[in-house]
Every structure is written in structure tokens, then in C-alpha cells.
Nanobody, 115 residues
Framework: QVHLVESGGGSVQAGGSLRLSCAAS????????MNWYREVPGKAREFVAR???????NYGDSVKGRFTASRNNVRNMVFLQLNSLEGEDTGVYFC?????????WGRGTQVTVFS
């Protein structure tokens, strides 16, 4: 069973930074792309970032240039560095992996940006 656990969320002033982590188990981590999504009440879950098995990254338009995804294939962890945070970045951030066509999600970590 794939198990994903996010951490690192919190409350931060606009312009600040946070680093999110996701610990993965139950899959051959080093060959899997990993994704980050976020969710705001009343809105659809939004794609934030993707990092391929060999570290190639893609980002949603709203976070390009501010967020950076990385991974550690020894520790089976993926990270998301959030810089220059804005109020619109507030939400629950989820780690995601797809294995054999099935989506797996963590429980999420809350990020709140205040002005």
C-alpha cells in the first residue's frame, strides 16, 4: 500500500517562505514521478508541481518562479520550497503519486499566508 505523509505547513506572513516535505513508502520511489497539488475550499484541486524520477520539474503557472520541487531518492522524500508566498497560496497542500493508474494522496498539510 502506498503511503504518503506531508509535513511542513504552517502560517506565514506574505512574502515569507515554507518548505513542505512528503515521505513516501510502499512504492519503488526512485522510478516514480511525484506531484504536489493544493486545495482551497470551494475550488477544484490545483496542480502545483511535478518532479520526474530524474528530477525534471514542471510547475503550475501561478507558482512558477516562486516554488521549487526537489526529491531525495535515498530517503524516499519529495520537497516543495515555497518562496514569496502570497495570500492566494493559502490552502491544503497534497503529495501525490500514481502507481499502475491509481492515484495515491497524503492527508495534506495546511499553508496559511496572512498579510
Amino acid at each position: 500500500q502506498v503511503h504518503l505523509v506531508e509535513s511542513g505547513g504552517g502560517s506565514v506572513q506574505a512574502g515569507g517562505s515554507l518548505r513542505l516535505s512528503c515521505a513516501a513508502s510502499g512504492l519503488n520511489f526512485k522510478i516514480h514521478p511525484m506531484n504536489w497539488y493544493r486545495e482551497v475550499p470551494g475550488k477544484a484541486r490545483e496542480f502545483v508541481a511535478r518532479i520526474s524520477a530524474d528530477g525534471i520539474t514542471n510547475y503550475g503557472d501561478s507558482v512558477k518562479g516562486r516554488f521549487t520541487a526537489s526529491r531525495n531518492n535515498v530517503r524516499n522524500m519529495v520537497f516543495l520550497q515555497l518562496n514569496s508566498l502570497e495570500g492566494e497560496d493559502t490552502g491544503v497542500y497534497f503529495c501525490n503519486a500514481v502507481r499502475q493508474g491509481v492515484n495515491f494522496w497524503g492527508r495534506g498539510t495546511q499553508v496559511t499566508v496572512f498579510s
